[in-house]
């Protein structure tokens, strides 16, 4: 009888160190994984960030503040959305954000906006659509540079009447059997900018803020690591 408990401990104890070594193991795979999705997730956003801003910001020099705003009619989004702020010592150059495009000609058509700190648009980019093969899919990037005619525009350049397509003659060109996408990209872009012009000092006011209290985490984390001179 004792022998027999004898063997049922030691399989006790051996299942425990075996059931301790593989949640080590889990846990350390999992903080691995943890550490390599959010440094891809990382490496993503700046890729979209750079994608629509001035090739001055170097991929390696972005520091952006993320912060939250809601506008669902100049916007098209009913929740927050994410805005980024690029800072350059503590000086506003460039915010990111999204915009829907509501009447895409299938369905809503949804934009990536880069904006400088004066209001001048550096990018466009379409994250999301359904338009159609060969015809409205030219506002993709990778399909044509249709897109990039919104380099450089502002609100007053060109002025208000102007921002439409030159079948509405307006200044932004035509898709050729996609006048409706064209469309809705240039009420798109344009609501972007009204949107950044009517929320830019409070936006870069609460990217301020954000950033000084990040800065300041930062230094008390370092703070507590280092080691104590006794």
Same mark, same amino acid.
């Given at each position: 009888?004792?022998?027999? *408990? ?13 059931a301790v070594g593989a949640a080590a193991?889990?846990? #350390? ?5 943890r550490d390599r999705i959010e440094a891809?997730?990382? *490496? ?16 390696? =020099? ?7 705003? @809601?506008?669902?009619?100049?916007? &098209? ?26 009447? #895409? ?10 904006? @400088? ?5 550096? &990018? ?11 015809? #409205?899919d030219v506002i993709e990037i990778g ?13 007053? @350049? ?15 060109? @035509?898709?050729? #059997? %996609?006048?409706?996408?064209?469309? =809705?990209?240039?009420? &798109?872009?344009?609501? &972007? ?8 000092? *409070?936006?870069? %006011?609460? =990217? ?23």
């Amino acid at each position: 009888m004792a022998a027999t *408990e004898r063997t049922a401990l030691r399989t006790l104890v051996l299942v425990g160190v075996i059931a301790v070594g593989a949640a080590a193991l889990v846990s #350390g795979s999992y903080e691995f994984s943890r550490d390599r999705i959010e440094a891809n997730r990382q *490496e993503r956003l700046l890729q979209e960030l750079q994608s629509v801003l001035d090739s001055a910001f170097s991929k390696a =020099a972005l520091n952006p503040t993320r912060i939250q705003a @809601s506008d669902p009619q100049r916007l &098209g989004y009913e929740d927050p959305v994410d805005v980024y702020i690029v800072q350059d010592e503590e000086r506003p150059r460039a915010a990111v954000f999204p915009a829907v495009a509501p009447d #895409g000609y299938h369905a809503p058509i949804h934009l990536l906006i880069g904006v @400088s700190a004066d209001g001048v648009v550096t &990018g466009v980019r379409v994250i999301e659509h359904r338009e159609t093969p060969g015809l #409205g899919d030219v506002i993709e990037i990778g399909k044509s540079d249709w897109i990039v005619q919104f380099d450089g525009k502002s609100l007053t @350049s060109p002025q208000p009447p102007q921002w439409a397509v030159d079948d509405d003659d307006g200044s932004f060109d @035509s898709i050729t #059997g %996609a006048t409706v996408t064209a469309r =809705a990209v240039v009420a &798109g872009v344009r609501s &972007g900018l009204e949107f950044y012009e009517a929320r830019r000092e *409070e936006l870069f %006011a609460r =990217a301020a803020d954000e950033a000084t209290d990040r800065a300041t985490e930062n230094a008390t984390d370092r703070a507590a690591e280092e080691p104590v001179n006794e």
